[in-house]
């Protein structure tokens, strides 16, 4: 069935270092968003993409449909930005279906 | 900006009980969700609704049942809350018909079955 791979599962970073996020689908998916896990448990919007890339400050979002994998990148990593992030992908097949990847818990120190 | 309520917030049942979870959004979106997510784990789709009235089954909706009652809300029952289950049920709205969408979740809803 259409599955979503996370990786990497946990992640440690330094302030002021970056890193990526990645996922890989199984199959075609027609958009992927991007999630953070905030403190409180609610999940907050980072990107929503059907294609290409987006930038909102220090993160970067790219996605590619025809090779099946989208990442998030995280650039100077701030102790805040400390949390678990999803992305979760609707297939491109008929009818409508959405799957989450696993997370990953990034720990930000200093 | 809108805003999605979730209730109630924590919710503790007995084995065999009928649960009810409830949901509401004022971003005035079409399509809304509910999500089931266990530790460790992404969250997994119970059942959608596209607009009033309607439901579509997800991957995880056996056990459950669902009801569009109008755009703004949309509820959960668990039919038959099972022995030492936890997990953590989150609403969702976009306004994209039957499309992922942008889509902006609830706090949640903490279940625990003793």
């Known amino acids: 069935g259409d599955q979503v791979e996370q990786s990497p599962s946990a992640l440690s970073l330094h302030e002021g270092t970056g890193s990526a996020l990645r996922c890989n689908f199984t199959?075609?998916?027609?958009?992927v968003q991007w999630f953070r896990k905030n403190s409180r448990g609610s999940l907050i919007n980072l990107f929503y993409?059907?294609?290409g890339t987006k930038e909102n400050g220090r993160l970067k979002s790219a996605f590619d449909s025809k090779e099946r994998y989208s990442t998030l990148h995280i650039r100077d990593a701030q102790l805040e930005d400390s949390g678990t992030y999803f992305c979760?992908?609707?297939?491109?097949?008929?009818?409508?279906?959405?799957?989450f990847g696993s997370g990953t818990r990034l720990l930000v120190s200093p | 900006g809108g805003i999605i309520t979730q209730t109630p917030k924590f919710l503790i049942g007995q084995e065999g009980q009928k649960l009810t979870l409830k949901c509401q959004q004022n971003?005035?979106?079409?399509?809304m969700y509910w999500y089931r997510q266990d530790s460790g784990k992404g969250l997994r789709l119970i059942y959608y609704?596209?607009?009033?009235?309607?439901?579509q089954k997800g991957d995880l909706s056996e056990g459950y049942d669902a009801s569009r009652e109008k755009k703004s809300s949309f509820s959960l029952t668990v039919t038959s809350a099972q022995k030492n289950e936890m997990a953590v049920f989150l609403c969702?709205?976009?306004?994209?018909?039957?499309?992922?969408?942008?889509?902006?979740f609830g706090p949640g809803t903490r279940l625990t079955v003793l």
């Open positions: 609704s596209i607009t009033e009235n309607d439901l």
């Open positions: 969702a709205s976009s306004i994209r018909l039957g499309g992922l969408g942008e889509q902006y």
């Open positions: 971003f005035n979106h079409d399509t």
């Open positions: 199959t075609t998916m027609r958009a």
């Open positions: 993409l059907a294609s």
């Open positions: 979760a992908a609707e297939a491109g097949t008929g009818g409508y279906k959405v799957v």
